[in-house]
T-cell receptor, first 110, second 113 residues
Framework: EDQVTQSPEALRLQEGESSSLNCSYTVSGLRGLFWYRQDPGKGPEFLFTLYSAGEEKEKERLKATLTKKESFLHITAPKPEDSATYLCAVYTGANSKLTFGKGITLSVRP | GAGVSQSPSNKVTEKGKDVELRCDPISGHTALYWYRQSLGQGLEFLIYFQGNSAPDKSGLPSDRFSAERTGGSVSTLTIQRTQQEDSAVYLC???????????FGPGTRLTVT
Protein backbone atom coordinates (compact mmCIF):
# COMPACT_ATOMS: atom_id res chain seq x y z
CA GLU A 1 0.00 0.00 0.00
CA ASP A 2 1.26 3.47 -0.90
CA GLN A 3 2.23 5.57 2.10
CA VAL A 4 3.01 9.27 2.38
CA THR A 5 4.32 10.83 5.58
CA GLN A 6 4.79 14.55 6.07
CA SER A 7 6.82 16.17 8.81
CA PRO A 8 6.67 18.12 10.96
CA GLU A 9 2.89 18.25 11.49
CA ALA A 10 3.12 21.96 12.26
CA LEU A 11 5.83 24.56 11.82
CA ARG A 12 6.00 28.09 13.16
CA LEU A 13 8.48 30.46 11.56
CA GLN A 14 9.39 34.08 11.97
CA GLU A 15 9.05 36.16 8.82
CA GLY A 16 12.26 35.78 6.83
CA GLU A 17 13.27 32.53 8.57
CA SER A 18 13.86 29.94 5.84
CA SER A 19 13.00 26.26 6.39
CA SER A 20 12.07 23.01 4.69
CA LEU A 21 9.01 20.78 4.78
CA ASN A 22 9.52 17.04 4.33
CA CYS A 23 7.44 14.48 2.46
CA SER A 24 8.57 10.85 2.68
CA TYR A 25 6.94 8.21 0.54
CA THR A 26 6.82 4.45 0.12
CA VAL A 27 5.27 3.45 -3.18
CA SER A 28 5.70 0.87 -5.88
CA GLY A 29 6.62 2.85 -8.93
CA LEU A 30 6.38 6.61 -8.49
CA ARG A 31 5.09 8.37 -11.58
CA GLY A 32 4.65 11.81 -10.05
CA LEU A 33 4.79 13.70 -6.78
CA PHE A 34 2.53 16.70 -6.30
CA TRP A 35 2.63 19.61 -3.86
CA TYR A 36 -0.49 21.57 -2.97
CA ARG A 37 -1.24 24.51 -0.73
CA GLN A 38 -4.52 24.62 1.20
CA ASP A 39 -5.91 27.69 2.93
CA PRO A 40 -8.60 27.30 5.62
CA GLY A 41 -12.03 26.66 4.15
CA LYS A 42 -10.71 26.24 0.61
CA GLY A 43 -9.75 23.41 -1.69
CA PRO A 44 -6.10 22.53 -2.30
CA GLU A 45 -4.27 24.75 -4.79
CA PHE A 46 -1.79 23.08 -7.13
CA LEU A 47 1.85 24.14 -6.74
CA PHE A 48 4.26 21.66 -8.37
CA THR A 49 4.64 18.27 -10.01
CA LEU A 50 7.95 16.39 -9.82
CA TYR A 51 8.52 13.28 -11.91
CA SER A 52 12.02 11.97 -11.29
CA ALA A 53 14.74 12.01 -8.66
CA GLY A 54 16.94 15.06 -8.94
CA GLU A 55 14.24 17.24 -10.40
CA GLU A 56 13.68 20.70 -8.91
CA LYS A 57 10.99 23.32 -9.48
CA GLU A 58 10.68 26.86 -8.18
CA LYS A 59 7.91 29.37 -7.77
CA GLU A 60 8.51 32.65 -5.97
CA ARG A 61 9.78 31.75 -2.47
CA LEU A 62 9.11 28.02 -2.88
CA LYS A 63 11.39 25.34 -4.28
CA ALA A 64 10.47 21.66 -4.48
CA THR A 65 13.01 18.87 -4.79
CA LEU A 66 12.70 15.11 -5.20
CA THR A 67 14.83 12.10 -4.27
CA LYS A 68 14.00 8.40 -4.54
CA LYS A 69 12.51 8.37 -1.03
CA GLU A 70 11.38 11.89 -0.22
CA SER A 71 10.59 15.37 -1.39
CA PHE A 72 11.32 18.70 0.22
CA LEU A 73 9.51 21.98 -0.08
CA HIS A 74 11.99 24.71 0.72
CA ILE A 75 10.62 28.08 1.74
CA THR A 76 13.05 30.99 1.46
CA ALA A 77 12.44 34.15 3.49
CA PRO A 78 8.78 33.34 4.12
CA LYS A 79 6.11 36.00 4.55
CA PRO A 80 2.91 35.82 6.65
CA GLU A 81 0.91 35.19 3.48
CA ASP A 82 2.76 31.89 3.07
CA SER A 83 0.88 30.61 6.12
CA ALA A 84 -1.20 27.61 5.00
CA THR A 85 -1.30 23.83 5.06
CA TYR A 86 1.03 22.23 2.53
CA LEU A 87 0.06 18.84 1.18
CA CYS A 88 2.08 16.37 -0.83
CA ALA A 89 0.63 13.52 -2.83
CA VAL A 90 1.98 10.65 -4.92
CA TYR A 91 0.73 9.21 -8.18
CA THR A 92 1.67 5.69 -9.21
CA GLY A 93 -0.74 5.19 -12.09
CA ALA A 94 -2.72 2.61 -10.15
CA ASN A 95 -6.35 3.67 -10.24
CA SER A 96 -5.32 7.20 -11.25
CA LYS A 97 -5.80 8.49 -7.72
CA LEU A 98 -3.46 10.65 -5.68
CA THR A 99 -2.45 9.38 -2.24
CA PHE A 100 -2.05 12.33 0.10
CA GLY A 101 -0.08 12.92 3.26
CA LYS A 102 -1.81 14.57 6.20
CA GLY A 103 -0.21 17.93 5.51
CA ILE A 104 2.05 20.39 7.30
CA THR A 105 0.50 23.49 8.81
CA LEU A 106 2.86 26.42 8.38
CA SER A 107 2.45 29.60 10.38
CA VAL A 108 4.66 32.61 9.61
CA ARG A 109 4.72 35.37 12.21
CA PRO A 110 5.37 38.98 11.14
CA GLY B 1 -11.05 30.61 -16.96
CA ALA B 2 -13.57 29.03 -14.61
CA GLY B 3 -12.26 26.56 -12.10
CA VAL B 4 -13.95 23.58 -10.50
CA SER B 5 -17.18 24.53 -8.77
CA GLN B 6 -19.12 22.60 -6.15
CA SER B 7 -22.55 23.01 -4.61
CA PRO B 8 -23.78 23.43 -2.03
CA SER B 9 -20.87 24.94 -0.12
CA ASN B 10 -22.41 23.82 3.15
CA LYS B 11 -25.01 21.16 3.91
CA VAL B 12 -26.51 20.30 7.27
CA THR B 13 -28.69 17.22 7.31
CA GLU B 14 -30.31 14.92 9.81
CA LYS B 15 -29.06 11.41 10.35
CA GLY B 16 -30.81 9.01 8.01
CA LYS B 17 -31.53 11.55 5.25
CA ASP B 18 -30.09 11.32 1.74
CA VAL B 19 -27.86 14.08 0.32
CA GLU B 20 -26.60 14.97 -3.15
CA LEU B 21 -23.40 16.89 -3.75
CA ARG B 22 -22.64 18.39 -7.13
CA CYS B 23 -19.38 19.04 -8.98
CA ASP B 24 -18.80 21.05 -12.17
CA PRO B 25 -15.30 20.29 -13.47
CA ILE B 26 -13.09 22.50 -15.61
CA SER B 27 -14.37 22.49 -19.18
CA GLY B 28 -12.56 19.90 -21.28
CA HIS B 29 -11.18 17.89 -18.37
CA THR B 30 -11.92 14.23 -18.94
CA ALA B 31 -10.89 12.97 -15.49
CA LEU B 32 -12.91 13.74 -12.37
CA TYR B 33 -12.23 12.69 -8.78
CA TRP B 34 -14.04 12.80 -5.46
CA TYR B 35 -12.14 12.97 -2.16
CA ARG B 36 -13.19 13.31 1.46
CA GLN B 37 -11.30 15.34 4.06
CA SER B 38 -12.04 14.79 7.71
CA LEU B 39 -10.65 16.87 10.57
CA GLY B 40 -7.08 15.86 11.26
CA GLN B 41 -7.04 13.38 8.40
CA GLY B 42 -5.55 13.57 4.96
CA LEU B 43 -7.56 13.58 1.78
CA GLU B 44 -9.24 10.20 1.28
CA PHE B 45 -9.87 9.07 -2.30
CA LEU B 46 -13.46 8.05 -3.01
CA ILE B 47 -14.00 7.57 -6.75
CA TYR B 48 -12.52 8.39 -10.15
CA PHE B 49 -14.30 9.00 -13.46
CA GLN B 50 -12.76 8.92 -16.91
CA GLY B 51 -15.42 10.39 -19.16
CA ASN B 52 -18.73 9.02 -17.91
CA SER B 53 -17.38 5.72 -16.66
CA ALA B 54 -16.02 5.02 -13.21
CA PRO B 55 -13.16 2.54 -13.57
CA ASP B 56 -12.28 2.87 -9.92
CA LYS B 57 -14.86 2.89 -7.13
CA SER B 58 -12.51 1.32 -4.63
CA GLY B 59 -12.55 4.26 -2.24
CA LEU B 60 -16.28 4.40 -1.63
CA PRO B 61 -16.59 3.60 2.10
CA SER B 62 -19.91 1.76 1.91
CA ASP B 63 -22.78 0.95 -0.43
CA ARG B 64 -24.57 4.03 0.88
CA PHE B 65 -22.23 6.07 -1.31
CA SER B 66 -22.71 6.32 -5.06
CA ALA B 67 -21.69 8.70 -7.80
CA GLU B 68 -22.46 9.36 -11.40
CA ARG B 69 -21.21 11.59 -14.15
CA THR B 70 -23.27 12.62 -17.12
CA GLY B 71 -22.25 14.10 -20.46
CA GLY B 72 -18.62 13.78 -19.49
CA SER B 73 -19.06 16.85 -17.31
CA VAL B 74 -21.14 17.32 -14.16
CA SER B 75 -20.88 14.73 -11.40
CA THR B 76 -23.13 14.01 -8.45
CA LEU B 77 -22.07 12.21 -5.28
CA THR B 78 -25.03 10.75 -3.38
CA ILE B 79 -24.95 9.58 0.22
CA GLN B 80 -27.97 7.61 1.33
CA ARG B 81 -29.11 7.22 4.94
CA THR B 82 -26.43 9.59 6.21
CA GLN B 83 -24.57 8.79 9.42
CA GLN B 84 -22.69 11.12 11.75
CA GLU B 85 -19.37 9.64 10.60
CA ASP B 86 -20.15 10.94 7.10
CA SER B 87 -19.56 14.49 8.36
CA ALA B 88 -16.56 15.85 6.44
CA VAL B 89 -15.57 18.15 3.60
CA TYR B 90 -16.18 16.53 0.24
CA LEU B 91 -13.78 17.75 -2.44
CA CYS B 92 -14.04 17.33 -6.18
CA UNK B 93 -11.09 17.64 -8.54
CA UNK B 94 -10.61 17.42 -12.28
CA UNK B 95 -7.63 16.95 -14.55
CA UNK B 96 -6.99 16.99 -18.28
CA UNK B 97 -6.22 13.29 -18.09
CA UNK B 98 -5.14 10.56 -15.69
CA UNK B 99 -1.88 11.49 -13.99
CA UNK B 100 -2.10 15.19 -14.82
CA UNK B 101 -2.26 17.74 -12.05
CA UNK B 102 -5.64 17.80 -10.38
CA UNK B 103 -7.46 21.05 -9.78
CA PHE B 104 -9.75 21.13 -6.78
CA GLY B 105 -13.04 22.82 -6.10
CA PRO B 106 -13.77 24.65 -2.85
CA GLY B 107 -15.51 21.64 -1.32
CA THR B 108 -18.85 20.93 0.30
CA ARG B 109 -18.87 20.84 4.09
CA LEU B 110 -21.36 18.17 5.16
CA THR B 111 -22.60 18.08 8.74
CA VAL B 112 -24.84 15.22 9.85
CA THR B 113 -26.73 15.94 13.07
Amino acid sequence: EDQVTQSPEALRLQEGESSSLNCSYTVSGLRGLFWYRQDPGKGPEFLFTLYSAGEEKEKERLKATLTKKESFLHITAPKPEDSATYLCAVYTGANSKLTFGKGITLSVRP
Amino acid sequence: GAGVSQSPSNKVTEKGKDVELRCDPISGHTALYWYRQSLGQGLEFLIYFQGNSAPDKSGLPSDRFSAERTGGSVSTLTIQRTQQEDSAVYLCASSAGPGDEQYFGPGTRLTVT
